[in-house]
C-alpha cells in the first residue's frame, strides 16, 4: 500500500535552475533514509544553461539520474565527468566536497537528483565518485515492461554495490496499460517516483512528478494512459537524528555548526585532490 505521497511543485536552485522540487527536509519521516529529491523536466535552456556552480556537501550521498540530456560534474577531489542519456552519476560527498553541474543545450532536460543520508560512524569517511553507465546496468525483462538495475540487485539481475548504505536503485519503464510486479526486501523503505506518466500501485493513483512511499511485500505498479518512466529506489531506513541545513547533513546541532564554520575558515575540505 501508499504510505505517503509528495506531488512535485516549481522551485528554483543553484545558478537559477528550475527544477521540480519533491522531497525536503519535511518528508524525511516518511521517506528516511531519503532527504531530497528534485527532477528537471523542461526542454527551455534558459531553464538550466547556469547549472550548479561550484558549492559544497557533507554527510550525504547524491545520485543524479539523465533520462534525457547531458550534465558534467566538476569536484575538489579532480574528478571531471559527463553522463548523458541513461546513467547516473553518484557522488559520496563524506567528510566535505565542493562540485559543480553544468547542463548541456538539448532539445528535452529530463531526470532527477536524490540525496541519500550517511550513517552517523560513515558521514567523514572519505569522498567518492562513481559513474553508472546505463550499458553496464543488467535488464529484467517482462510483458510490457523493462527494469534496469542501476544499484543492488533485483531477482538475478545486479547493478553497482552501495560504497555505504544500502541501495536498490532500478530505472523502470512500462508500456501504456501494462504492469509490474516488484518484491520489497525486508527492512528497506520503498519509493518510487513517477517521471514521466501516472501509475495505480495496487489500485491507487500516483501522478506524474510525484514520489511514494510503499509499505507492504510486494507492489503491482501499472501504466495508466500512457508509456511510464519510473525510478525505484530502496534502502534501510537510518535510526539517528539527524541535523540539516542547506548542503550539509549532520547528526548533531554541534556537528553541524563545525561544519559551517570550518566552510568560514577555510578548513571544510579534509581530503585534498591526489597528484600524480
Given amino acids: 500500500m501508499i504510505k505517503a505521497?509528495?506531488?512535485?511543485?516549481?522551485?528554483?536552485?543553484?545558478?537559477g535552475v528550475h527544477l521540480?522540487?519533491?522531497?525536503?527536509?519535511?518528508?524525511?519521516?516518511?521517506f528516511n533514509p531519503f532527504l531530497m529529491l528534485d527532477s528537471f523536466d523542461t526542454d527551455n535552456y534558459d531553464d538550466y544553461k547556469e547549472g550548479f556552480p561550484m558549492?559544497?556537501?557533507r554527510g550525504i550521498e547524491t545520485l543524479t539520474y539523465i533520462s534525457k540530456g547531458k550534465v558534467s560534474h566538476e569536484d575538489s577531489m579532480?574528478?571531471?565527468?559527463?553522463?548523458?542519456?541513461?546513467?547516473?552519476?553518484?557522488?559520496t560527498t563524506g567528510s566535505g566536497i565542493m562540485h559543480s553541474e553544468?547542463?548541456?543545450?538539448?532539445?528535452?532536460?529530463?531526470?532527477?537528483?536524490?540525496?541519500?543520508?550517511m550513517p552517523a560512524k560513515e558521514k567523514m569517511d572519505e569522498p567518492k565518485y562513481l559513474e553508472i553507465k546505463p550499458e553496464n546496468a543488467e535488464d529484467f525483462v517482462g510483458d510490457g515492461f523493462k527494469l534496469k538495475v542501476m544499484a543492488g540487485t533485483y531477482k538475478d539481475k545486479k547493478g553497482a554495490d552501495a560504497p555505504h548504505n544500502p541501495l536498490d536503485?532500478?530505472?523502470?519503464?512500462?508500456?501504456?496499460?501494462k504492469e509490474i510486479?516488484?518484491?520489497?526486501?525486508?527492512?528497506?523503505?520503498?519509493?518510487?517516483?513517477?517521471l514521466i506518466g501516472d501509475v495505480e500501485v495496487d489500485g491507487e493513483k500516483v501522478n506524474e512528478k510525484t514520489a511514494a512511499s510503499l509499505s507492504g511485500e510486494k507492489f503491482v505498479i501499472k501504466a495508466l494512459n500512457e508509456d511510464v518512466e519510473l525510478v525505484w529506489f530502496a534502502s534501510p531506513p537510518l535510526d539517528e537524528p539527524m541535523e540539516w541545513y542547506g548542503p550539509i547533513v549532520m547528526n548533531t546541532r554541534e556537528e553541524l555548526y563545525k561544519a559551517f564554520q570550518e566552510l568560514r575558515n577555510g578548513t571544510f575540505i579534509k581530503e585534498k585532490l591526489k597528484e600524480d
Fill in 169 to 177: 536503485y532500478y530505472v523502470v519503464k512500462i508500456d501504456s496499460g
Fill in 102 to 117: 553544468k547542463f548541456d543545450d538539448v532539445p528535452r532536460l529530463l531526470g532527477l537528483q536524490l540525496w541519500l543520508n
Fill in 78 to 91: 579532480g574528478n571531471k565527468k559527463t553522463v548523458a542519456d541513461g546513467g547516473i552519476q553518484w557522488m
Fill in 5 to 15: 505521497k509528495v506531488q512535485g511543485f516549481p522551485a528554483i536552485d543553484g545558478g
Fill in 55 to 57: 558549492h559544497p556537501h
Fill in 181 to 194: 510486479t516488484i518484491d520489497s526486501k525486508k527492512g528497506y523503505t520503498n519509493i518510487i517516483f513517477t
Fill in 20 to 30: 521540480i522540487r519533491v522531497l525536503s527536509n519535511n518528508t524525511y519521516k516518511d
